[in-house]
């Protein structure tokens, strides 16, 4: 089964990071934010992606395609001869992966419409290229098959971020909720789709899953979403960057499901 990633945004409010590089190869505790992703689908069986690129696109290629080098000792051959031996083994050897050129500006459901041509079964899930999870993909995949509709998202119940008082009509505080939860759910991506969905996307750049595909098979009744009550986390922001890392650096990374 395919793993579609959303990678081409430009990620305009982590410009300190996304000036530089896309924001999926921004790095948490060393690592690109988008191997955390893969990490944790590979955990779960799914190690076969497609990578939906647009800003900066090249670099995520030049990524995968130094990846060996990178992540191994390697000696070459220099001369008429040229040849280069790895060795050792990275824990990615069995990742298979796609990158697809879907458009400078496009929005995520032309991107979906674009790389679809290289989806070969009637499953596909597909995430955004920068939120974390210990999302368990392997239940997510099971409720989607158990309700038979066309679409899944995971959602959260999120936390504000600001601390909630009770008041009363004098101002006096009778209570304080530091970030307290509140009512309702979310999109966090995490999608498990019925490759029908494609009915649903255009292929011009407007094209935006979030609200004409999405908003379309909701009213339909092929949409369900899957609650998840674990960790998510969104890496929107320069802060939430630093946050990731210092969760990552002292050990407390949810995400990392992975051995």
Not at 6 to 31: A, D, H, M
Not at 47 to 67: A, D, Q, S, T, W
Request: proline share 3%; charged share 30%.
């Amino acid at each position: 089964m395919k793993v579609m990633i959303l990678c081409g945004g430009q990620g305009t409010r982590l410009r300190e990071e996304t000036e530089f590089r896309p924001k999926p190869l921004v790095k948490v505790g060393g690592r690109p934010i988008l191997w955390h992703i893969m990490k944790l689908y590979a955990h779960h069986g799914l190690n076969e992606f497609v990578l939906c690129l647009g800003y900066r696109g090249n670099m995520i290629k030049e990524h995968f395609l130094n990846y060996e080098a990178m992540n191994n000792d390697f000696t070459v051959s220099l001369g008429s001869k040229h040849e280069i031996e790895y060795h050792g083994e990275h824990d990615e050897a069995e990742f298979r992966v796609t990158l697809a050129n879907t458009g400078l500006e496009s929005m995520t459901g032309a991107r979906i419409k674009r790389a679809m041509k290289h989806v070969d079964d009637d499953t596909f899930m597909v995430t955004y290229g920068d939120g974390l999870s210990d999302v368990d993909v392997q239940a997510l995949l099971e409720f989607h098959r158990s309700h038979g509709r066309l679409a899944t998202v995971t959602t959260v119940s999120p936390v504000s971020r600001y601390g909630v008082l009770d008041l009363d009509d004098a101002g006096t505080v009778s209570g304080f909720d530091e970030k307290p939860q509140i009512d309702g759910w979310v999109n966090v991506g995490f999608f498990v789709f019925d490759r029908r969905v494609d009915e649903y996307l255009e292929s011009d750049d407007d094209c935006v899953l979030e609200q004409g595909p999405l908003t379309r098979l909701a009213r339909e009744g092929e949409l369900m979403a899957y609650r998840h009550d674990g960790f998510f986390y969104a890496m929107d922001t320069y802060r939430e960057l630093k946050i990731l890392n210092e969760l990552w650096d002292r050990g407390e990374s949810p995400w990392k499901v992975w051995c």
